[in-house]
């Protein structure tokens, strides 16, 4: 199997799902999918394998393929998250996800005070150094950045002793590499966006649980502030 033809159908379906062009009910077969898209049945077969394990698809007994409604999807699979972060109701999405991150992050901030090690603690402080001298260049959606920012919450979420917070990692890093790839991360970020990454991660280094959890909660009302600023129709 060709696993280039395999990711571009994959990818191909599932935006197609997505963005509302095979709507809910839409009936599939594995033959019209090999004709369309010009790929074997066993390329067919598999790419929809995965769109029924994100319950994105269902095989019915007689029906065949069917395409399920957003109710059915995995909507905190990294995968869905990014195909829905380029898709028409990427503003709604996104906020939504702002909604989600803001209420497991800082009490994974309050955990991780009490739990990271001295070796996770001092990489979050550094980190947020490298994120904050970048974002005052105007690197803000640089590789550089975005491997920063990415490494910065996985270690607060892991960090936090949280076996499940832990498991979150995924999915912040689809929002948060969705955002840059779509150009919604800013070139200069805001400088309290910036200050509170650090005091989280100063406040986790030195175990002041209460404060970590309060500047992360300080953070996400600058992304709030700057989601709602950047498109105005969220709600």
């Known amino acids: 199997m060709s696993t280039n033809l395999y990711d571009q159908l994959l990818d191909q379906l599932g935006m197609s799902i997505v963005d509302g062009t095979l709507p809910a009910g839409t009936r599939l077969l594995l033959s019209d999918i090999e004709e369309h898209y010009d790929v074997s049945r066993t390329v067919a077969r598999d790419a929809i394998k995965v769109l029924e394990a994100l319950g994105l ?3 019915k007994r007689r029906a065949g393929i069917v395409v399920q409604s957003a109710e059915s999807w995995q909507v905190l699979d990294p995968m869905v998250i990014a195909w829905r972060l380029r898709g028409m109701q990427r503003d709604r999405q996104l906020a939504s996800l702002v909604d989600v991150r803001e209420a497991i992050e800082p009490r994974a901030a309050a955990l991780a005070a009490r739990s990271a090690s001295g070796e996770q603690s001092r990489r979050m ?3 947020a150094a490298i994120m904050t001298e970048l974002g005052q260049r105007g690197l803000g959606r640089s590789e550089a950045y975005l491997d920063a ?3 910065y919450h996985r ?3 892991e960090s936090s002793g949280n076996e499940m ?5 995924g999915m912040v890093e689809a929002v948060l590499r969705g955002r840059s790839q779509t150009g919604l991360t800013p070139a200069r970020p805001d400088d309290r966006a910036l200050a509170y990454h650090e005091a989280i991660a100063a406040a986790v280094r030195y175990g002041e649980s209460e404060m970590a ?3 992360s909660r300080d953070l996400f009302g600058v992304i709030r502030a700057e989601v709602l600023d950047e498109h105005g129709n969220v709600t």
């Open 57 to 59: 698809t269902v095989t």
């Open 149 to 151: 920012d990415l490494e």
């Open 125 to 127: 402080v550094e980190l």
């Open 155 to 157: 270690l607060l979420l």
């Open 165 to 169: 917070l832990a498991a979150m990692s």
């Open 213 to 215: 959890e309060q500047a």
